[in-house]
Nanobody, 119 residues
Framework: QVQLVESGGGLVQPGGSLRLSCTVSGLTFYFYAMNWYRQAPGKERELVAG????????NYADNVKGRFAISRDNSKNTVYLQMNSLPPEDTAVYYC????????????WGQGTPVTVSS
């Protein structure tokens, strides 16, 4: 069974930082590009950041560029999202997503980890 398990979310004050992790099992991790999405209450799920299977290429949503950094450790089957200078607008449940390089229809989701930015 494919499993993606996010961790690292929680409560952080505005301007603070968090580092999210997603550990993947049940698939060949280095064949998959990885993404972080988020969903705030009442809003659609949106793409936050992505990283290629080898970790050489990244992309970010405009509203997180310069503040967030996605990375991966293929030896640990883990993808990370470093989140800095957090405003309240970043409050959401953050989800890990894996997409197979050879077939984008083969994709998997984690259950999410909540991030709350509030004083």
């Amino acid at each position: 069974q494919v499993q993606l398990v996010e961790s690292g979310g929680g409560l952080v004050q505005p301007g603070g930082s968090l580092r999210l992790s997603c550990t993947v099992s049940g698939l060949t991790f280095y064949f998959y590009a990885m993404n972080w999405y988020r969903q705030a209450p009442g809003k659609e799920r949106e793409l936050v950041a992505g990283i290629s299977s080898g970790g050489r290429s990244t992309n970010y949503a405009d509203n997180v560029k310069g503040r967030f950094a996605i990375s991966r450790d293929n030896s640990k089957n883990t993808v990370y999202l470093q989140m800095n200078s957090l405003p309240p607008e970043d409050t959401a449940v953050y989800y890990c997503n894996a997409i197979y390089n050879a077939d984008s229809s083969r994709n998997y989701w984690g259950q999410g980890t909540p991030v709350t930015v509030s004083s």
